[in-house]
């Protein structure tokens, strides 16, 4: 099975990924996490990538998506997978699109986590204490909530066309939320 976790950043979008990892086994893949291990690696890929997520600004569709092209074709990937933070642009969907086409791989669900503002501004600042991420700063936090409008919430229009776009409402406690998931995806 392959699913698209999207939402908003602090939507609880990596949070349940894990989640729904131990109970169906099926992998999570966060390009957040594989820049972040690539910035803290000082690999070429985190040296360019590193000032676009200080900023909390998106790293250029070509980089995130020559990641997942390869990403997704791991052994550990054959039983099906959820992108957590990819696509976040319509450049990156129908990149996805035309990868899975050639891979012969299904998507079978988009959940959209639905979170209001003020709630994924609290969140995340309250990361910012707990994990200390460096683009977890009012200023990144702000600018990462208006890319995510501007370049991310056309995806929502885009898989809908698609009819595999399924809402939760992301607030609640995560088990609760967790509940939520299973519903909708059936696992
Ligand atoms: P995340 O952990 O998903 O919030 O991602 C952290 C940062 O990594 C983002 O603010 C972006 O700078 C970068 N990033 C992660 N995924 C993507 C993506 N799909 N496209 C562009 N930039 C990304």
Same mark, same amino acid.
């Given at each position: ?18 989640? $729904?990892?131990?109970?169906?086994? #099926? ?15 000082? %690999? +070429? ?6 000032? $676009? !997520? +200080? ?16 990403? #997704? ?17 319509? @450049? ?32 995340? !600042?309250?990361?910012?204490?707990? @994990? ?8 990144? #936090? ?5 890319? $995510? ?18 809402? #939760?409402?992301?607030?609640?406690? %995560? ?13």
């Amino acid at each position: 099975m392959q699913l698209i976790f999207l939402g908003p950043p602090g939507a609880g979008k990596g949070t349940q990924a894990k989640i $729904f990892l131990d109970r169906s086994g #099926i992998v999570q893949i966060s390009t957040g996490d594989i820049l972040r291990a690539a910035v803290s690696n000082g %690999t +070429d890929l985190g040296k360019q990538a590193k000032a $676009f !997520m +200080d900023k909390g600004e998106l790293v250029p569709d070509s980089v995130v998506i020559g990641i997942i092209e390869q990403r #997704i074709q791991e052994t550990d990937c054959k039983k099906g997978f959820v992108l957590d933070g990819f696509p976040r642009t319509i @450049e990156q969907a129908e990149a996805l699109d035309a990868i899975l086409a050639k891979l012969n791989i299904a998507l079978n669900h988009v959940v959209n986590f639905e979170v209001p503002d003020e709630e994924l501004v609290q969140r995340l !600042m309250g990361r910012a204490a707990q @994990e200390g991420r460096s683009d977890d700063n009012p200023e990144s #936090i702000k600018n990462r909530l208006q890319i $995510f409008k501007d370049k991310t919430q056309p995806l929502i229009r885009y898989y809908e066309g698609k009819a595999i776009l399924r809402h #939760i409402n992301g607030t609640g406690s %995560t088990a609760e939320i967790a509940e939520k998931v299973k519903t909708v995806v059936g696992v």
